[in-house]
């Protein structure tokens, strides 16, 4: 996540090109053990799952074709909502299966629950002993991802784990901070894990960032101080855990939260302490320029991304430009140019997703609003602050018991900071202490676990 810091933490441009080029082309013994159960899909819809950080084609775009426009006045139907543990990552959903990673206490938790019911499936947990150096909360910031019958988890004390999707066993986990001599940075693991195939072969990407031993400085502040060694990305074999290759001395990120944006041979990197934007392309293994914005001067008129990944739609970037709550803004910036083509205040740092035409934005304070995805002025369609009451739903065969009846209120609570994940018409939400599943296609009842 993100703080204030007085020394640059930021790669230099030449370091941001060869981190996006290897990204873009692409327990000291890990724990085996048996292959994973296979298992049906529970969905009841066709539609694409959503088991990766930002989507199946990795850029915020749903392929969902006939969501309700505009939404009902009270929004779109609630389906299910149930508690959370410390964290701000989004779900993983696939095979009908929602993969949910929080921390209770002094344990990282795992669940599985029925994607379209909130079920509880199965749930494990490890012992965590993490704390952010700046007062966030000790959650996880990684997104899980579902591969295959698969599911990886990478904590933010570094433990990246691999387990079955049919019941949560545990097949490898690996001590990444032990392993690579990781120095904990401002706030702990926060990049997803990169699930890629060559020849055939599966293997994890993760950004490790390790340095040589004992290279901790004496002041946590001081990470400019750690010099990284030869760890910058690893990746794992999918199926054992062991270590298949590492490249790049760089560390991992620290305060810069959004991802790079791919279009084509094209990549866009932002960030919001001072250079803004750069545009390169990639062709023939070489790293051209498009465009930047002027170095170091936090230019008004630029796309500052930080808290959250924009989203690419027909030629225009939609996104939160802006550092904190107060001065970010939801704008639309022209892909080619850079230039500033609208912006909407008072949505905080925002996350979107683009389903169709329109962009569903889940805003800092708990907004969800749906805007028409398009370049000429902003054009807010609904709006929503989702409500529960108290009222406890009746179980139906096989449900677990519901919790206890709560006020009514509020359903997300800030920070909302996980990116919003759309699989078969269903769009799944998180707040503070709580996970919503909504239909954006029809009405069903709702239930809470």
Sequence with gaps: M??????R????????????ILCACIARH????????PLPDLSTRK?????????PTGNGR???PDMQVPWPAAGPKLVWH??????YCAPAVARGRAIVFDRVDNTMRVRCLEAESGRPLWEHSYASTYRDSFGYDGGPRAGPVIAGDRVITFGPEGRLECRSLADGQSLWHIDTQARYHVVQNFFGVGAAPLVIEVDGNQYVVVQVGGSRPDSAPAAPDRLDLVKGLDSGLVAFDLATGLERWRSSSQL????VAASPVVRGSEVLLSETYGPGSVLLNLTNDRVNVVRKDRDNQRPRNALKAHWATPAVYEGHLYGSSGRNSGDAE???VDWKTGEVVWNEPGLGRASVVVVGSHLIVLGEFGDVVLVKATPEKYVEVSRTRPLHTNRTPKRRAGQADAEQQEPAGELLAPPCWAAPVVAHGYLYLRGQGRLVCFDLIGARVQTRF
């Design 47 to 55: 539609g694409e799952d959503w088991g990766e950080f930002l989507g």
């Design 2 to 7: 993100h703080g204030k810091s007085t020394t």
């Design 252 to 255: 991992a990120s620290s305060v």
């Design 82 to 87: 149930c508690t959370l543990g410390e964290g």
């Design 330 to 332: 939801l704008v639309c």
């Design 30 to 37: 890990p724990v085996a053990a048996a292959e994973p159960k």
């Design 9 to 20: 933490l930021l790669p230099t441009r030449r370091e941001m090109m060869l981190w996006t």
């Design 62 to 64: 749903s392929g969902l």
